[in-house]
């Protein structure tokens, strides 16, 4: 029956999404945003709900389901990081039609639906071999039950050396579930990349995106535009392997490698004020522990006219869960932020209209949304994806 809904959901969307993109600027993304994408998108989706309640069941949590529970009874005796997640997952269950909304608690009723092959099937059938998210699914929920039971932290969970070769396939840009985001960041950074550019990527870890842009670069003839390309990311594993990689397999870009912290003072880690041309994050900004803060302080490191370009996961709304939080829920960079009412009011990922907001709160101008999420949103519900373009 899932399956069912998700295919007469999928009928509709990709003319939904083509008829809102209609001019010749998006042909490359009405191009990625097919069938294909979008049949994965939402196998995606009911994927990680199944996933959510297994992991549920895994925990024992089923007495109390049946039951008729909520995140309050649930999190008695469970250690406090697990407050988001808990409530998140009750939420998305629910949305997702998993559980039932009794009053303000949920039910589950009848046989438990975490049947994960006929999804692999559904997406395979319609999408190819791309089945990375999946696998990255199905590993979180076999190694976070300590998260909950003995209050072990996510990071260190989540990217062991057994997982972590799971984030990279996740993170490339085969994967069509991620490559929008690169894309959508590459199309916000071409637009305005000026000669001569001196440019650093902020949270790079893969690569993927500089892959993209080297590929992208060489085929339309704007690499030659870069003067300097500072590949940095917090993670030294990360960090590491590009350095091994990159340097020989992307020809042609002035690459140098280093760590970088959005967190930490900007000074103190060799970049001086207007001394970049451009800024380009995909799927960073918002973990940065103070974002206005952080955004301010972006600012002034470009040059006047320098340009922060970058992508991020879009929530429609605050209150509404969508499936990509479900894996980083799990890491306290996710999870610890500073809270703002009118700037920052929620962890995670933020909607159009707050990105919008902290832009200007920062002192920015000239933003360009990559492309119009909101009106996206507004006829396609499950557009979670969007870039940014913004002056100093």
């Known amino acids: 029956m899932a399956l069912d809904k998700l295919r007469a959901k999928l009928e509709g969307l990709p003319d939904a999404l083509n008829g809102q993109l209609p001019d010749a600027r998006w042909a490359e993304l009405r191009e990625g945003f097919n069938r294909p994408f979008?049949?994965?998108?939402?196998?995606?989706e009911l994927y990680t709900a199944r996933v959510a309640l297994g992991l549920a069941l895994d925990l024992g949590w089923e007495a109390r389901l049946r039951a008729g529970t909520d995140a309050a009874e649930i999190l008695a005796g469970l250690p406090a990081q697990c407050r988001i997640p808990v409530s998140w997952m009750l939420g998305f269950l629910?949305?997702?039609?998993?559980?039932?909304?009794d009053g303000a608690k949920v039910k589950l009723v009848g046989a438990p639906d975490t049947d994960l092959d006929e999804i692999r099937a559904f997406a395979?059938?319609?999408s190819g071999p791309s089945m990375a998210t999946f696998d990255l699914l199905d590993r979180v929920r076999a190694i976070i039950p300590p998260f909950f039971t003995h209050g072990k932290p996510g990071e260190p969970l989540?990217?062991?050396?057994?997982?972590?070769?799971?984030?990279?396939?996740y993170f490339r840009n085969d994967n069509p579930v991620y490559r929008p985001n690169n894309l959508l960041t590459l199309m916000a950074l071409r637009d305005r990349l000026g000669e001569g550019a001196r440019v650093l990527e902020i949270g790079a870890g893969s690569g993927s995106f500089l892959?993209?842009?080297?590929?992208?670069?060489?085929?339309?003839?704007?690499?030659?535009?870069?003067?300097?390309?500072?590949?940095?990311?917090?993670?030294?594993?990360f960090l590491r392997r590009a350095?091994?990689?990159?340097?020989?397999?992307l020809p042609g870009l002035p690459l140098t490698f280093g760590a970088f912290d959005l967190n930490k003072d900007f000074h103190a880690q060799g970049i001086e004020d207007g001394s970049l041309d451009a800024i380009v994050g995909v799927n960073v900004l918002h973990v940065a522990k103070d974002l206005p803060a952080t955004l301010a302080a972006l600012r002034r490191a470009l040059k006047p006219g320098g340009l922060l370009a970058f992508g991020e996961c879009l929530k429609p709304s605050l209150t509404e869960p969508i499936y990509l939080e479900f894996l980083f829920n799990f890491m306290d960079s996710f999870?610890?932020?500073?809270?703002?009412?009118?700037?920052?009011?929620?962890p995670g990922f933020l909607t159009p209209e707050q990105w919008d907001r902290l832009l200007r709160h920062a002192g920015f101008r000239e933003i360009r949304a990559y492309p119009d999420a909101r009106a996206l949103m507004d006829h396609v519900p499950d557009f979670f994806v969007g870039g940014f373009g913004a002056q100093a």
């Open 38 to 44: 979008l049949a994965l998108h939402l196998a995606a």
């Open 94 to 101: 629910a949305d997702m039609g998993l559980l039932v909304r």
């Open 124 to 126: 395979a059938a319609e």
């Open 158 to 169: 989540l990217f062991d050396l057994t997982t972590f070769p799971l984030w990279l396939a």
């Open 211 to 237: 892959r993209m842009l080297h590929e992208d670069g060489a085929a339309k003839g704007y690499l030659t535009r870069l003067a300097e390309y500072r590949f940095t990311d917090v993670a030294p594993a």
């Open 243 to 249: 350095q091994r990689e990159l340097a020989g397999e």
């Open 335 to 346: 999870r610890g932020v500073n809270l703002d009412p009118d700037l920052r009011p929620a």
